[in-house]
């Protein structure tokens, strides 16, 4: 069936990068947008980035414009993360959906168990 599976998650200093990726088996992420999207502890769930199927038309949260890049490769996403901070400390998941649009969070068709991210010295 369908399946999304995050991984790349882990430990980091502030400061310090990671990359996440999104891996899709089942399915092509050819016909799919694919958000990447965060929950903190206590928290609630925050759209990070998104990319079209489209055109490849990306999408960021104005949290991490400048720091996160997200890219596609065959049948997996990523999400690069740099200058990371303690707030962005969260699991990480990625889910698909018709189009990128307004609202990362509506309409989610397809999302993974999640990966976590912790930025702690």
């Known amino acids: 069936q369908p399946q999304l599976v995050e991984s790349g998650g882990g430990l980091v200093q502030p400061g310090g990068s990671l990359r996440l990726s999104c891996a899709a088996s089942?399915?092509?992420?050819?016909?799919?947008?694919v958000v990447w999207f965060r929950q903190a502890p206590g928290k609630e769930r925050e759209g990070v980035s998104c990319i079209s199927d489209s055109d490849g038309s990306t999408y960021y949260a104005d949290s991490v414009k400048g720091r996160f890049t997200i890219s596609k490769a065959k049948n997996t996403v990523y999400l690069h993360m740099n200058s990371l901070k303690p707030e962005d400390t969260a699991v990480y998941h990625c889910?698909?959906?018709?189009?990128?649009?307004?609202?990362?969070?509506?309409?989610?068709?397809?999302w993974g168990q999640g990966t976590l991210v912790t930025v702690s010295s």
């Open positions: 089942g399915f092509t992420l050819d016909y799919y947008a």
């Open positions: 889910a698909t959906k018709h189009a990128c649009d307004h609202d990362p969070l509506n309409d989610l068709d397809t």
